[in-house]
């Protein structure tokens, strides 16, 4: 559509933008509607609000907008006559239609790439001569029908003469008779069966599978033959034998196509891995290979610390027999050996990280402690994952609770891959690399992202399962494959997830030149394993770098039109769909330097200055800026730039390159990256982040990323019946949400949940004006109860809400949020506060409170609560709790806990974008913004209990310079935050100090200096950390903010910290410690002005809920309220048009099953939403 005020698919909050720079009533423009395909909205700015129509065709393809009931409809043939019809004054809008705001200016097409002569062209598709003839679809708009008819019978006759000769000027000598007559008759008389069948947009040729099934029935039977002959072959040498297997599938069935390639495949597999089979059984004997696929014993040289003596011994773990033995000698007897199930917890410490705290369980049912102290860091971590290992494969339990994950990306240059490329799978090279103890344990999933692929698919994926094959002994099982031209991700799974793995879900988005084009874009692959929901996205962004805005717009066009997960999410994108969601891929963000700083940049390469670099990355500086990737999180960069090296070595980038043009800079740049974003309080931890040194047949370096993620399962309540009867209910109360938007509406708030039968609609909220740009839509008495199919908390406890808030006038979703269910003080009111979302874009917050009612019983342990961190108190100190804060702001904590949990996750608890990514110096200065929320969890609450004997825990995220300008620090109180099992060898680079070093000016104390970390190697750069800055988020975000009527945290007294009652422990410092990136959760509900200067004593004071009061007002702005024509000299005008029943029917006002579907493994029954018919946008 070629008219200036059709804008397309821009976003409702551009729209707003761009009607709000015009500043004039009546300006207007059309976009296309975000809640229905076909649908438009016409956007028209009076009094500086925002008034959305939405335009829905009608089944004649007429255009009609919506209407309240009782007010007639009027049909348009297009856009053109509708907007020209409006123009007019009093034709039922709330001002005509005057100023049409025109089309931004499209950017200029991509450049061709910088490596264009290296890069393939598109693969080369196969002809289609059908198509190639058919008429255009001009012709019936043009032409009469019987004239159409006519054009239609000589297309048919042209297309079978045409094949027909085709078919003549072959060599058919050697087809048989009667193959050949029958593909004569197909060309001749059938084909035009087929033909009309493609003309009614059918993609099925019923005359064409006839025919090939005639053409190889001797070829099926054959196969079908000879197939169990090969299978009986391969299964004698069979390197695995897995139970349940040993039974023949029979697939017999029809000579049909699909059925005919099947068994094919199946044959051209056999006959490939035969031979390797039977090769491989006589070099290492019928046993060699069963033994290779176990985990052989590993042992450790430890010391011990007995009475403060160190000694020298051995831990020998022993995976297969469930067994930790503890030797004097590395060769001798064993001195005692302790079993899987008395092994209780293991206790990482946070400041030395080489040392562990075994809890063994003795003879008597009491607990020892005992300690070690392992070579490094990395010694330690292999030991942990043998254990949890250990205890995974010992696991009484039938399915997991944890698996493991590698992500891996990598740019192949459009050059075949090296035959070696084992490295890339066991995390060896530079950054945050495994241990060589953890290189036999092979992870539950591979996901395998490429870009500049040149390779096929078959060929790629023999490449990997081989690789994986050598270091793993396991035959890995092709979950999905999905390719855009060179852009391709592989998953694959252990052949004993294959039966967890369902809902597999593939798609892709082209963000190349004008958006059509496939040499830039995104491939996605989506699944549940089990209850768990996955996401995985490869993308290869726009090159260049001056084109970061390009590469934004890119990500932006993948986040909304990228199509993947369960269907019925439809007011979310792949953000909020997924418990976990994985982005790698070429990013192409730049390290933003000007060219004559490429040999400083080298320089500092080869000095390993990662984060004096890392502060000109321009991923970085996006996401600290909340342009991409909102609320995603990265591991800590300790490599080097993995782009754009000489290829065959990796000793020297080729910075340079003699275009046309003049000389090309590409400066050494970190341009493969993975993210990730995770539901709140689950359980990740990245394990490894790094690239490998050793595969060098691309300018790219291959980049790895393992993570330990919690899973849940199938839920089949084992408690007793009398209490999974009870019926579990969870109610929101004192909720409002405070939107950035100039929108003149009314909202509503769907919730979604795979706990409950559908999604569930709450009534419209009652609005009020915030502060410039804001407003504040109230759900005081309008919010339903929710029912949960299940009310055992062994489920319920691992569920999640999802929210959107949405607009009456167009059902158009303003901002979506996601709320944990993970409540321990049940039956009582927790705070609530949630970061609302749009289309990649920060749009607004949601507050409240929750209640949540279960059945009774209690979660099980989980097998990622095996693995604790411990904090390590300074002598001489009291005792204070750490806050997980925001980059720039305090909030004042209450209810404090001492006792962690492993399983929070800060993306959704208020955290600023940039928080979880610390690897900028404090050269990003780290900038308050007014309108960040508190840092407050996506709910609050008293931390879990567990058997850990902590005393202490660290807040997740590091603790950036500010300005000078910012004010002091503030000594108020912080809750203690529970450790979440992130990545436990974490040392931010700009802090350039332990996380557990206190602050100790106020002593008079000299700061240690900076351990050094055999994880990372030595640090190239010391930095201090500067003081977070003091903000009232209330007066930050809305001016004059109506409070809650009780913002009290309605919890239960709590519980005296464990670390004050130990005395062995000693306490840490009255400040707020920079420590590693644990995540934690919190319960909040005093104002910042009654904690500053308090000091916690053990158990903190709850102060009292605050009192009612009556918003302000501005006497000089008129609330959004009051700017209504009736009220202002404009009694002429109509109301706003709003739905009818003539529309209503396009629209599904039926709340949808949850588990009746294909998309999720629930089965149930189908509610129906009730709810108003009609609705007005009257203000």
């Known amino acids: 559509m070629d008219q200036c005020w059709y804008h397309g698919n821009i976003t409702r909050s551009r729209a707003e933008d761009l009607l709000s720079k015009v500043g004039k009533d009546g300006s207007f423009l059309v976009r296309a509607s975000e809640s229905i395909a076909s649908a438009y909205a016409l956007c028209v700015l009076f009094r500086n609000c925002v008034y959305t129509y939405r335009i829905l065709p009608d089944k004649e393809n007429k255009l009609i907008v919506q209407a309240s009931e009782g007010v007639p409809v009027k049909y348009f043939e297009n856009l053109v006559e509708l907007i020209e019809f409006y123009k007019k004054e009093n034709m039922g809008l709330v001002w005509h239609l005057k100023y049409p705001v025109l089309r931004e200016a499209e950017e200029a097409a991509d450049e061709p790439e910088e490596d264009a002569d290296l890069v393939p062209t598109p693969p080369i598709l196969p002809l289609r001569n059908i198509l190639m003839t058919l008429p255009s679809s001009e012709t019936k708009e043009v032409s009469s029908l019987p004239e159409n008819s006519k054009v239609a019978d000589v297309n048919k006759l042209s297309l079978s003469e045409t094949l027909l000769q085709r078919l003549q000027h072959q060599d058919t000598s050697s087809v048989p008779d009667e193959h050949l007559k029958l593909i004569q008759d197909y060309l001749r008389v059938h084909i035009i069966s087929d033909f009309e069948m493609v003309q009614t947009g059918s993609s099925n040729l019923p005359q064409l599978k006839k025919l090939l099934a005639l053409l190889c029935k001797g070829l099926f039977s054959e196969a079908s033959r000879t197939l169990p002959s090969l299978e009986s072959i391969q299964k004698v040498f069979e390197q695995q034998l897995h139970p349940g297997i040993h039974q023949r599938s029979q697939m017999l069935g029809e000579a049909s196509p699909v ?30 290979t069963h033994r290779r696929s176990l985990i052989p014993p590993v042992t450790f040289e430890v010391k011990a610390d007995s009475l403060g003596i160190f000694s020298k011994i051995h831990l020998k773990v022993d995976v297969e027999m469930g067994k930790l033995i503890i030797k004097r000698a590395k060769d001798g007897p064993e001195d005692k050996f302790y079993t899987h199930k008395k092994i209780l917890q293991l206790i990482k410490s946070q400041k030395v990280p080489n040392k562990l705290v075994i809890v063994l369980e003795t003879e008597k049912e009491k607990t020892q402690r005992k300690e070690y102290v392992f070579s490094d860091s990395k010694k330690r971590e292999g030991f942990c994952q043998l254990l949890q290992q250990m205890k995974n494969k010992h696991s009484e339990q039938p399915e997991p609770d944890m698996i493991t994950i590698f992500i891996g990306t990598w740019n192949m240059g459009a050059a075949p891959s090296p035959k070696k490329i084992t490295s890339w799978f066991l995390s060896k090279g530079q950054g945050k690399t495994r241990d060589d103890t953890a290189d036999y344990i092979p992870h539950d999933i591979y996901v395998i992202g490429t870009q500049e692929d040149a390779q096929g698919e078959k060929e790629w994926l023999e490449t990997l399962r081989q690789s994986l094959q050598e270091i793993t002994s396991i035959s890995f099982k092709v979950i999905a494959i999905h390719t855009l031209w060179n852009i391709r991700i592989v998953v694959l799974a252990k052949p004993e997830h294959e039966n967890r793995i369902s809902h597999i879900c593939t798609d ?46 890119n990500y932006t066009s993948i986040l909304r039109f990228l199509t993947l997960g369960d269907k019925k999410l439809s007011p979310f994108n792949i953000t909020h769909r997924f418990t976990h969601l994985f982005w790698l891929g070429d990013l192409n963000y730049r390290v933003e330097q000007p060219p004559t700083e490429a040999e400083n940049i080298i320089q500092k390469i080869r000095q390993q200055q990662y984060p004096e670099l890392l502060a000109f990355d321009q991923l970085l500086i996006e996401r600290k800026d909340q342009k991409v990737f909102l609320q995603f999180e990265e591991e800590e960069i300790t490599f080097a730039p993995t782009y754009r090296f000489e290829r065959g070595t990796r000793e020297k980038y080729a910075y340079t390159k003699q275009k046309a043009t003049g000389m090309k800079y590409n400066l050494p740049s970190w341009c493969d990256r993975v993210l990730w974003k995770s539901y709140p309080m689950v359980h990740v931890v990245c394990q490894s982040y790094g690239c490998t040194t050793d595969i060098m047949t691309s300018d790219h370096s291959p980049v790895f990323a393992t993570f330990e993620v919690g899973v849940t399962s199938q839920f089949v309540s084992k ?58 839509v109230k759900f005081i008495d309008a919010l339903p109860k929710l029912t949960p199919i299940i009310s055992d908390p062994e489920y319920l406890l691992d569920q999640h809400i999802l929210i959107s808030i949405k607009s009456s006038d167009s059902d158009e979703s303003y901002g979506e949020g996601c709320i944990a269910l993970r409540i321990e003080a049940t039956e009582s009111l927790v705070p609530i506060h949630t970061v609302l ?7 607004g917050v949601f507050q409240g409170e929750i209640k949540l009612q279960t059945s009774q019983g209690k979660q099980r342990e989980k097998l990622y609560d095996f693995v604790k961190i411990e904090r390590d108190e300074i002598a001489g100190q009291k005792p204070k709790n750490i806050s997980n804060l925001e980059p720039s702001k305090d909030w004042d904590q209450t209810n404090s806990s001492s006792t962690p949990t492993d399983i929070s996750n800060p993306n959704y608890q208020g955290m600023a974008a940039f928080s979880q990514q610390p690897s900028a110096t404090s050269q990003l200065k780290q900038i308050p913004s007014p309108d960040q929320p508190p840092a407050l969890g996506s709910y609050e609450q008293q931390p879990k209990e567990t058997t850990s004997v902590m005393g202490q825990s660290q807040s997740s995220s590091t603790s950036p310079s500010v300005s000078p300008l910012s004010p002091k620090p503030s000594l108020q109180p912080t809750v203690n935050r529970s450790i979440c099992s992130r990545n436990q060898e974490y040392l931010p680079p700009e802090l350039g100090k332990t996380i557990a070093e206190p602050s100790l000016q106020e002593e008079g104390q000299q700061k240690p200096e900076m351990f050094e970390n055999p994880l990372y190697g030595s640090m190239g750069c010391k930095g201090k950390a500067a003081p977070k800055k003091e903000q009232d988020y209330p007066k930050a975000s809305r001016k004059e903010q109506p409070p809650l009527p009780d913002q009290s945290c309605h919890l239960a007294k709590p519980q005296e910290p464990e670390s004050s009652k130990n005395p062995s422990k000693q306490p840490s410092p009255p400040f707020l410690v920079p420590t590693q990136r644990f995540r934690s959760y919190t319960c909040s509900g005093q104002s910042e002005e009654k904690n500053t200067g308090e000091k916690t004593q053990g158990k903190p004071k709850i102060t009292a809920p605050l009192e009612n009061s009556a918003p302000l007002k501005k006497l000089v702005k008129p609330l959004r309220s009051e700017v209504n024509p009736s009220t202002q000299g404009q009694q002429n005008k109509p109301p706003l048009p709003s739905k009818s029943r003539a529309v209503l029917d396009m629209q599904n006002s039926k709340g949808r099953d949850y588990r009746d579907s294909s998309e999720l493994p629930h089965s149930g029954k189908h509610r129906t939403e009730e709810g108003p018919v009609g609705r007005t946008a009257t203000p």
Do not use: W
Not at 517 to 540: D, E, Q, R, Y
């Open 259 to 288: 059925n005919i390639v099947l068994k094919l495949n199946q044959l051209i597999s056999l006959l490939s891995s035969i031979e390797e089979k039977v090769k491989t059984l006589l070099i290492e004997g019928p046993d060699s």
């Open 508 to 553: 892709n988005v082209k963000t190349g030149i004008a958006n059509t084009l496939g040499n830039k874009g995104a491939v996605g692959v989506s699944f549940m394993f089990n209850g768990t929901s996955f996401g995985f996205v490869n993308s290869h962004l726009t090159s260049g770098s001056e084109k970061k805005h390009r590469r934004n717009q």
């Open 719 to 776: 408690n007793d019946s009398k209490y999974t009867n009870s019926q579990g209910e969870i109610e929101f109360l004192h909720c409002y949400a405070t939107l950035k938007t100039k929108s003149q509406t009314k909202f509503y708030i769907e919730f979604h949940s795979s706990c409950l039968e559908s999604f569930v609609k709450s009534q419209e909220g009652e609005n009020e004006d915030g502060s410039e740009g804001e407003l504040v």
């Open 837 to 843: 979302t749009h289309h990649g874009e920060k749009t």
